[in-house]
């Protein structure tokens, strides 16, 4: 079992940048993505890293705005949000999965592990 826990939320005012951490318990081995849940809606995805490629994506939401790395050596994930809005408020969740390729990394269904998440609160 994977170990997730997500740091770095907070509130912030609209156009301010905020840097999510993700800390693994391993990840090198894994994908790894970024997802957001508001009160009354789905859990979206965000961002997202393939295994062993430098494969990266973006919801049309956040293509420009935010950026996903990962430091294999340490282990953690960082999601970089620029230009916040207020509809960037949410609970934002780390996830990871050892399946290779591409196609899948969009769907929370295909993910195993989970962290509790982050809570990033935008106002106007």
């Known amino acids: 079992q994977v170990r997730l826990e997500e740091s770095g939320g907070g509130f912030v005012q609209a156009g301010d940048s905020l840097t999510l951490t993700c800390v693994a318990s391993e990840l090198g081995d894994f994908a790894v993505a970024w997802f957001r849940q508001a009160p009354g809606k789905e859990r979206e995805f965000v961002s997202a890293?393939?295994?062993?490629?430098?494969?990266?994506m973006y919801s049309d939401s956040v293509k420009g705005r935010f950026i996903i790395s990962r430091d294999n050596g340490k282990n953690t994930v960082y999601l970089q949000m620029n230009s916040l809005e207020p509809a960037d408020t949410a609970l934002y969740y780390c996830?990871?999965?050892?399946?290779?390729?591409?196609?899948?990394?969009?769907?929370?269904?295909?993910?195993?592990?989970w962290g509790q998440g982050t809570q990033v609160t935008v106002s106007s």
């Open positions: 890293a393939a295994r062993h490629s430098t494969t990266t």
């Open positions: 996830a990871a999965e050892r399946s290779y390729g591409t196609r899948w990394l969009r769907d929370p269904g295909e993910y195993a592990h």
